[in-house]
């Protein structure tokens, strides 16, 4: 929801999982959101451009938000062969 001047009042945003699609519950404190700068040829720092990943606790809890990160960062094109499709 929005004010008069356009700025969100919302308390809760959701938020899907970037590995699994899944909407992140309010009370999974367990999630983790990571911010990748993003950066020029020249390795200069972008200002104000990320890429985001946003992993649940249930996947974390099972030890595979490390294989998910590399997989999206190969598809992003972040990273190349290090995860085989």
Known sequence: ???DQGKVVERFIPRKCSATQSIIQPKDH??????IKKVNGKGDLIDQEFDSFIFCGKLRAGGKSDRAMNRLA????LMKGVYKF
């Open 1 to 3: 929801m929005q004010n």
């Open 74 to 77: 190969c598809e992003m094109g």
């Open 30 to 35: 367990a999630s983790v959101q990571i911010n």
